[in-house]
């Protein structure tokens, strides 16, 4: 497994699951030193970003699906689309073909059947959100019409609560691409570096 933003607020949770489910996991960071060393003892590590080509392809090599917990930062303008650009070329060509990236509640699809409460929150999001928020949406079109198996989870919130009820909807109709999953996540326990 290839994982990206590992050592961000939602990809520690996704490599502690991860590795308790003992999976053997390749991680893509700029500094190690964020890694726990009873973590990084697990796993492999690249050191880069993801605008070295060299470095995803490193991160690719022996995986069998990427799964991408990115997180926009100020610094990083078009960090979706440009990784889900690179991405896509390396995985057409020789790479995994299996992709699950989380996004967030205001991007939208065509065929989307949200609440009113969830378009106007979509809305607010678009309106203030900027160009974090139009990276986002652009992710979309760059998966689609691809021949890998793609899944974007669009959680509705993000909490270290503990878990609530999830309300998931899949967002259709859906013929030529996977759905794009909406679903409010907490994580049970709030442990994040967990290990068995």
């Not at 308790?20 to 003892?41: C, F, I, M, N, S």
């Not at 989307?112 to 992710?139: C, I, P, V, Y």
Request: hydrophobic fraction near 40%.
């Amino acid at each position: 497994m290839a994982l990206l933003g590992s050592t961000g607020r939602t990809g520690k949770h996704a490599l502690a699951a991860a590795l308790d489910h003992g999976h053997d996991v390749t991680v893509l960071v700029r500094d190690p030193a964020k890694l726990p060393a009873p973590v990084a003892a697990r796993i492999r590590v690249i050191v880069g970003d993801t605008s070295d080509t060299d470095a995803l392809r490193s991160l690719l090599a022996s995986a069998d699906v990427v799964i991408s917990a990115l997180g926009s930062t100020g610094d990083q303008q078009h960090l979706h689309t440009r990784t889900a650009g690179t991405l896509v070329q390396i995985m057409t060509t020789n790479g995994p073909k299996r992709f699950v990236g989380i996004s967030c509640s205001h991007v939208n699809r065509l065929g989307d059947q949200k609440r009113l409460r969830h378009k106007m929150t979509s809305a607010l999001a678009r309106a203030f959100g900027g160009d974090a928020a139009a990276d986002r949406s652009g992710e979309v079109p760059i998966w689609s019409f691809r021949k890998l198996n793609w899944t974007l989870v669009r959680p509705q919130s993000l909490s270290d609560a503990e878990s609530v009820k999830s309300n998931e909807t899949v967002s259709g109709p859906l013929q030529r691409s996977p759905p794009v999953i909406e679903r409010q996540v907490s994580v049970p326990g709030n442990r994040p570096w967990a290990l068995p």
